[in-house]
Structure formats: structure tokens, C-alpha cells
């Protein structure tokens, strides 16, 4: 644990911006609880099967999408009316991975919806089967994500909003990280992964009974890493259609094997 909180401090002081970063991150964190929040997850995923090695992380910032449950129509008597259809939303996340044996890596994440219109937890942990030396890796992992808001839905053609107390929604996910080095410098990782996801959404404005909506899928990404620059694309399979998500991030690696 030393070793570890010695090379993550000596990662944030060898990069002042990212000491920066997480100052903004924190500050963000912290007024999102002061405001209503929307029900996103966060399909930005940073897969990478590539082992860090026991002791040895990265922390990344960066700008994804995610899906939020679409409200269809508010009856006269309150009623919230939801089919299960899906609108994507921007989110800001932070995160990191850390070796916490020679080829098992855990991982979190905090995500922002529409920046300071909520706030999200993903944690997970992933088992690597090649060590880090080798060119092709692969991964299986899962995670397991709380979107601790609640939703402000605004009708279109409508003057005012509604706050419905949503209770929020919980992700469960298994992935598998396939990756390829093509030089030191340039990575590809293509992640099959299927989510199952819950949405606590208020049956009625005038009550507390709770209607879940629940959104099931398949989901494939593709991953490119040049250096510490990482950008993401992910196709989401629900209800016999596409939904495209794309991500970019800035990596601030605190520690390698090869240091």
C-alpha cells in the first residue's frame, strides 16, 4: 500500500495539470448534490486489458455520453408515462485503474450528467491473461454502477419542468477486453460487453410508487490510444436498433512495470 500511494503521489506531482484536474472534478463533485440531477449512465467505458502490475495505476479525465430513460407523456392525474425508449446525454468522468496484483486491475469511475446535472459511481475489477509485456492481451471483468440522482424532465413545448425524485438507477456489466500493441505508443482495444441496467422512476407526480425501467443490451466498443490520448466509440444493440456513443479522454499515468 506504501509502494502504491508513493507512485500515485509521485504521478500527481510529476503532472501539475492533472493535480488541476482533480481540484475541478472534486468541486463539480461536490455542487452536483446542489442540483437536480438526471438519471445517466456512463457508456464511456476506458477498457484496456493491458495489466498495470501490482502497485502501478492511471487516472484519466474526459467527455463521453450516456443513456437516459426517455418520459413519454404526463397524464392529467400525474401519471409518468415511460415505453423504455432512450435519449443520450453528455457526461463528464473521472476515473482511474490500479493494479492491485501482477495481471488484476480494479477500476472506478465518478460521472457527471450534462457536466453538473448529476452524479454517478462505477466500480469494478477486471482479471487480465497475459502480463503487461505482451503484444495482444485480453480481459474479463465487470462492473457495477449507482446513479445517485434524482431526474428534472422537461416536456417539449412545455414552460415549466417537472421534478419527478427519481431514486435513481443501478448498472451491473461484464466485459471482454481484447487489445493489440502496435508500437509503444499505439494501442486498439475492442470490447464485446453486456449491461443490464434499472431506472427507479416515479409512477406518479403525487406519489411515491415506483415504476422500474429496465434496459437490457449488448454493446461493442472500439478503443484507440495514441500515447495518453485515448478516444472511444461504442454501439449499443437495444430494441433491434443502433445507438452510437463516443468518448475522449486524457490519461496521467502515475507509475509502469518497466519504471
Known sequence: MNNLNGRLLKGLQLNPALMEGVKSCLFITLVAFSF????????????????????????????????????????????????????????????????????????????????????????????????????????????????????????????SSLDTKSKGAITGDFFLPLSVKIDDNFSIILTPRYSSNVFFILKNENSDKINHVRLYYPALTLGIRIADFYLESTAVYYHNSFYPHLGVLWVFPSGSEDE
Open 36 to 159: 437536480n440531477a438526471c438519471n445517466v449512465t456512463n457508456n464511456l467505458y476506458v477498457n484496456n486489458p493491458v495489466p498495470h502490475g501490482k502497485g502501478n495505476g492511471d487516472v484519466y479525465l474526459g467527455l463521453g455520453t450516456g443513456i437516459e430513460p426517455k418520459i413519454d407523456s404526463i397524464s392529467a392525474d400525474g401519471g409518468i408515462n415511460s415505453s423504455g425508449g432512450t435519449s443520450m446525454a453528455p457526461v463528464l468522468s473521472f476515473g482511474g485503474q490500479f493494479g492491485v496484483l501482477k495481471q488484476m486491475d480494479v477500476r472506478a469511475a465518478i460521472h457527471l450528467p450534462y457536466v453538473i446535472g448529476g452524479f454517478g459511481l462505477r466500480v469494478g475489477a477486471q482479471y487480465s491473461f497475459f502480463d503487461a509485456s505482451s503484444r495482444f492481451n485480453a480481459a474479463f471483468g465487470t462492473d457495477i454502477a449507482f446513479n445517485l440522482a434524482k431526474d428534472s424532465i422537461i416536456l417539449f413545448g412545455s414552460t
